[in-house]
């Protein structure tokens, strides 16, 4: 029986999904895992266990390959032409519309988002099957010219099985961003949502099978990084893993690539990006936006503001504001729709309380915040909003990802100053800048070392754009055109007209 907030209710559907034995999904059967094992998913708002989960060890992650290597062989790539392809990836989404409560539901449950939050997820999920579904019938190879009578060109072709490891803190948009791309481009898949979040994957395969996807086309294995990741990554038969998660794992994976088939790897990895604040921008605006970019999803989110500088003149009016609206924002169990739901896990609770000490040891300033939340809130893994004052940038908390709600904020004195704060990270993934000045804006974005820059906003995302991270934070972009270069090889066709 799951415990619900008073007056809450969840869908039939929801109940009817948690109530039943949750397997593994290969070949377009549901199969228990081949050890037997199962570990349990907890929600986060109050430490109840939700659903014991299948634990994918190496025999069934062969299972899983070989079920996409024959679907791919003999019923995916070329067989099914392109616009079939389209048509079965729009009907996934049509499902998904259908199924919308459902999957909020389980988001909110696994994770803890706040419901509404969950839905902007799902309907994120939803609007990524649907551009990459468009592109299936897109996807082209060129004619070069070449000295002599030859005729020369490429074909843009699949890899065949690609291995897709995902996070936690967008379960469903996160499957999104690899599925789609990697189907639309003709691949078979074998998925591993993050243990933390198992159920929406495992929900979604049962809209894949009733879309009409030919069997093996998607595989969902659910386990954790050990053994279930690695047994992926090691993998002699899968052709490419791609993969979003923390940097020290990324690497783990390129190491596991390198020392298998030397599969292709696409990472994208932590971040602890810069909101640079000038005092001429338009400080309303900027402080809705902060206090979002600095606590979405409860600060679990790798593109967050984590870094904030503020240009002298306007600091202390800039960090007064921020103090307030972020000891208003509401937090409690995602299903009541508060502004911050709890941290995933215990684990994550701990990491975080862990680098709030330890910003406290190094002598930055605690603003606000700093602690677990007690009372009614005692049983999940809540956090108040924190936020730290410094004035050096080679703390540990100024430089590591923390992925908690926690920020830093520094003044700064001169643009040239900000830049090269905002570089002092060995991530990449993101930046923002706000000012009036346009040529002051472009200075900055050109000078920044980030795969994506705002300019006058944060957090802004659509599937035709590409993302990926600078530096330490990945190795290639996904969305809009450049996940199809992740997701296919090139093949140079020569003709000799003589
Ligand atoms: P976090 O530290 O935020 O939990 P991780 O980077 O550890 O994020 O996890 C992201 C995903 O990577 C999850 O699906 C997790 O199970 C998986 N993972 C963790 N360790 C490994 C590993 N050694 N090999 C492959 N996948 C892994």
Redesign the pocket.
């Known amino acids: 029986m799951i415990q619900l907030p008073t007056g809450i209710q969840l869908q039939e559907k929801t109940l009817a999904f948690l109530a039943k034995t949750q397997h593994l999904f290969m070949g377009g059967e549901w199969t228990a895992p081949a050890e037997g094992q199962y570990f349990p998913t907890l929600n986060p708002a109050n430490a109840e266990v939700l659903a014991e989960i299948p634990l994918a060890t190496s025999p069934d992650i062969d299972q899983a390959v070989a079920a996409a290597r024959h679907a791919f062989q003999n019923h995916w790539h070329p067989k099914i032409k392109p616009a079939k392809r389209s048509q079965l990836i729009h009907k996934l989404a049509d499902l998904m519309q259908r199924d919308l409560p459902i999957l909020m539901e389980l988001e909110t449950l696994d994770n803890g988002k706040p419901l509404n939050k969950a839905k902007y997820d799902v309907l994120g999920a939803i609007n990524h099957f649907r551009y990459y579904a468009g592109w299936a019938t897109k996807i082209e190879g060129t004619t070069i010219p070449v000295d002599g009578h030859k005729l020369v060109y490429t074909l843009r072709e699949p890899l065949g099985v690609v291995g897709l ?4 803190n967008f379960p469903l948009m996160m499957a999104a961003w690899k599925l789609a791309p990697a189907l639309a481009c003709g691949n078979c898949c074998v998925l ?5 979040t198992p159920l929406s994957a495992l929900y979604l395969c049962n809209l894949i099978q009733e879309a009409g996807f030919p069997a093996g086309v998607v595989n969902v294995v659910t386990g ?3 053994p ?3 047994a ?2 090691q993998h002699m038969d899968i052709d490419k893993v791609s ?1 979003t ?2 940097t ?2 990324g690497r ?2 390129m190491t ?1 690539a390198a020392s298998s088939n030397l599969k292709k790897v696409s990472l994208e990895l932590g971040g602890k990006s810069p909101n640079v604040i000038f005092a001429d921008a338009d400080l309303k605006a900027v402080s809705q936006s902060a206090l979002w970019s600095s606590f979405y999803n409860t600060g679990q989110e790798c593109t967050l503001g984590s870094r904030l500088y503020v240009e002298r003149p306007v600091y202390e009016e800039f960090i007064t504001k921020l103090k307030e609206q972020a000891e208003q924002l509401s937090i409690g169990n995602g299903l009541t729709n508060p502004d911050l739901g709890p941290v995933v896990s215990q684990k994550q609770l701990d990491r975080v309380l862990n680098y709030i000490q330890v910003g406290q040891n190094e002598g930055a300033e605690l603003i606000t915040g700093g602690e677990r939340c007690t009372g009614a809130l005692s049983d999940g893994y809540f956090l108040h909003p924190t936020i730290f004052g410094h004035t050096n940038d080679d703390l540990q908390v100024v430089q590591e990802e923390i ?1 908690g709600p926690v920020v830093v904020v520094s003044p700064f004195d001169k643009p040239e100053e900000a830049i090269s704060r905002a570089n002092h990270t060995r991530y990449g993934l993101a930046a923002a800048v706000w000012t009036q000045d346009i040529s002051k804006a472009h200075r900055f974005a050109q000078a920044t070392q980030a795969g994506t820059v705002w300019i006058n906003g944060y957090d802004l995302f659509d599937p035709a754009v590409p993302f990926g991270g600078h530096k330490e934070s990945g190795i290639g972009a996904e969305m809009g055109r450049s996940a199809i270069d992740l997701y296919t090889q090139e093949k140079s066709v020569w003709v000799n007209l003589k």
């Open positions: 490891i995902i996070p936690w591993k949502p993050a243990e933390q954790p990084g050990v279930t990741g690695e992926i990554s993969f998660g923390s020290v794992v783990k994976i596991a992925f």
